[in-house]
């Protein structure tokens, strides 16, 4: 059974840093493309990062550039989000996701792409 769980999400102020984890099982991971997506609320679910098995493609979406940093470690099933820099806009639920449509969803980072869904963690960004 394919499972997702993310982790490390939580109230910081702006300028701060957080690290998210997803935590995979059930499939493996380095013959996925694995996305992280942010959801605010009233606002469609958009692409933050995306990184493909074997590292040699990586996406970001324009708003995280220069302050999100995706990596992932297959030995330990485990995909990384680290963002630094944060903003009040940055504020959504984030949700970790895998793509069977490896080279698409890494070029695109579009969420209709995705699969397989974890159930998400809030990150708040507000002083």
């Known amino acids: 059974q394919v499972q997702l769980v993310e982790s490390g999400g939580g109230l910081v102020q702006p300028g701060g840093s957080l690290r998210l984890s997803c935590a995979t099982s059930?499939?493996?991971?380095?013959?996925?493309?694995i996305g992280w997506f942010r959801q605010a609320p009233g606002k469609e679910r958009e692409g933050v990062s995306c990184?493909?098995?074997?590292?040699?493609?990586?996406w970001y979406g324009e708003s995280v550039k220069g302050r999100f940093t995706i990596s992932r470690d297959d030995a330990k099933n485990t995909v990384y989000l680290q963002m630094n820099s944060l903003e009040p806009e940055d504020t959504a639920v984030y949700y970790c996701?895998?793509?069977?449509?490896?080279?698409?969803?890494?070029?695109?980072?579009?969420?209709?792409?995705?699969?397989?869904w974890g159930q998400g963690t809030q990150v708040t960004v507000s002083s």
């Open positions: 059930g499939f493996a991971l380095e013959n996925f493309a």
């Open positions: 990184i493909s098995g074997n590292n040699a493609k990586i």
């Open positions: 996701a895998a793509s069977t449509y490896i080279l698409s969803a890494v070029a695109t980072g579009r969420p209709g792409l995705f699969e397989y």
